[in-house]
């Protein structure tokens, strides 16, 4: 009895008088018809143009998509680039501005002494009190006004509410609330050193003292997008400049960091120079119109997709009284459209939103970058889809395929015992090795060993004053790098190993057909018949049981 007759043959009658009619007045030239679209449904977009003359557009569509998206990309990067180069280069610049004796092979910038520190804090009053920073710096830096009143430098203190702390008699009275007391400055003039604690009214009380922070505002143009015809864009650094004394360790710290805003600048004039950031701005429309276009056309073939299921499902369960299971059900769901949707989402999102920054209407780098750059890695890996129709090129995409839900079992274990090793190298190892001063860099250190790497570094910067934790070290990574690196990494390749060996027997010798690919096969109609020229809706399958549906 062949799949077809099969599903013909019923079983038992969960809906009696519907089943005995259909048995009755079945139509097997509808049934082919039936399997005739089903097969046409599953067919590659060049079979499709042999069996009814339809173009592959879908498939022209993603190969241009990838053209014109990767060369957007490209172009926006540039820009970012830029940007981020912009910043860089500025902040290392606020510190050799602001930072007395600063290197940049300073990797530890610290004082140790209350002279430097009082040195180090009047330097940087010093530096802002000039009215004019575009006659101190290469660049065209100036500090924030409003309404024509500088922005006033604040220097801040964070301090324990109450300390007297005695080493000397093993004594200490402290209250661990954190006061902070500020302190403003506007640029106006020069302070001696003599000064600082006297007319400023500035006093460091080192036992109390838990941080100085120092903030101040910078403004900046970026001119060098203008070599690239676009729009410079104004930057606002909110600079913030730390003197750490949380460990009071006879050692305070100093960094500087920045808040970057950038903004778009109130008044701007480009002579002799035409800028094209309009045909930029044209070209992202046209990158919008042909996603737009694709996302409509995957959603119909999605669409589609769901109601010939539907149709299977109703086909198996009249003529052949069982259940579609799930497996079979995603079969008409095709995972590569969904994809490619969501890349279009993404891309028509990223788009709009570059329009926006080149018409310096927003100023969202790093979203846009994030959305345009996963976009177009979705629609290089979306046109995989086209490969499928070809076992050989194919073989990489199904031996994922089919090893994931081993990979994925496999991987619970193998995470579950590498986060007991990460818990126990960051309370264990984390005070005596830089590697292990976090839960995030004990993750990365691990990592890099299972991978081969950093594991010399991290057996020789084992600091060796504690016997005890130098052989809990030793017996720490003789355990992790076998266990990983031997064991449970080559039982990963494994996975892989044997499933691809499992698809090329199948490619070899026949893969195992479900009940719908078995029905599908019994068509033997090649695409090039004539057969498939009718029209679809004449071709579904519901007259087959025309006394239970009213079919006319």
Known sequence: MSDGEHFLSGGPNNHPACHRTAKSHVDPQSVENFRRKLKYFFMSPCQKYRARGRKPWKMMLQILKIAIITFQLVSFGLSNEMMVTFKEGN???????????????????????????????LYIINRVSYLHLQDLTVDNHAFERIDEVFTPLSVCQELYRHANILPVNETFDIDPHVETECLYFYPFSLFKKDDLENDMNLTLDFQRLLAVNIYLKVKAINLQTV????????????????????????????TLRSDVQIKVCKDWNVSGSNLHYQLIVLFDCVVICSCLLSLILCTRSVYKGVLLQFEYITFASIYHNKRVCWSERMEFINGWYILIIISDTLT??????????????LTNYDVCSILLGTATMLVWTGVMRYFSFFQKYYILIL???????????FSFCAVMIFLSYCFCGWIVLGPHHENFRSFNTVANCLFSMINGDEIYSTFTKIRDKNDLVWMFSRMYIYTFVPLFTFMILSLFIALFTDTYETIKRYQKHGAPLSELQAFIAECKDPPNSGKYMVDEESSTFWCLCAPCVNCT
């Open 91 to 121: 902040i290392v610049a606020f510190k050799h501005f602001f930072l007395k004796n600063y290197q940049d092979r300073n990797k530890d910038y610290a004082l140790y002494t209350k002279h430097e520190v009082h040195d180090h804090i």
């Open 227 to 254: 070599h690239y015809k676009e729009l410079p864009d104004c930057y606002d650094f909110a600079i913030n400049i730390k003197f750490d004394n949380h460990a009071h360790s006879g050692k305070i710290k100093i």
């Open 348 to 361: 028509i999102a990223g788009s709009v939103l570059k329009i926006c920054i080149q018409s310096k209407e």
């Open 399 to 409: 031996t994922l395929q089919a090893a994931l839900p081993n990979v994925i079992r």
